[in-house]
Nanobody, 121 residues
Framework: QVQLVESGGGLVQAGDSLRLSCAASGRTFSTYSMGWFRQAPGKEREFVAAIRWTGSTYYTNSVKGRFTISRDNAKNTVYLQMNSLKPEDTAVYYC???????????????WGQGTQVTVSS
């Protein structure tokens, strides 16, 4: 069993940066690939990024070059560094644990409760 708790969301202006954190409980954290998703009002949940336990990373095209996913297995934490934020990045951001193939299909074994990110223009 893995429990995920996101933090770090907030209200920022376009061009600003935010770093989201996802703290995981459970001793099997390092064996999971971890992912970030987002869901804007009236839209489907969208895959944002994923990272294997080895450190290999995957991104959706719209965030490549602006967002960076990383993990600290010693702290059971995964991060999403978001730079050059745009109003269209506004969404609830969710952390998830699973396999990379499942995460890219928006499937996960475990989900966090989400944290709101709002980017004003």
């Amino acid at each position: 069993q893995v429990q995920l708790v996101e933090s770090g969301g907030g209200l920022v202006q376009a061009g600003d940066s935010l770093r989201l954190s996802c703290a995981a409980s459970g001793r099997t954290f390092s064996t999971y690939s971890m992912g970030w998703f987002r869901q804007a009002p009236g839209k489907e949940r969208e895959f944002v990024a994923a990272i294997r336990w080895t450190g290999s990373t995957y991104y959706t095209n719209s965030v490549k070059g602006r967002f960076t996913i990383s993990r600290d297995n010693a702290k059971n934490t995964v991060y999403l560094q978001m730079n050059s934020l745009k109003p269209e990045d506004t969404a609830v951001y969710y952390c998830a644990a699973g396999t990379v193939s499942d995460l890219q299909l928006k499937r996960a074994d475990y989900w966090g409760q989400g944290t709101q990110v709002t980017v004003s223009s």
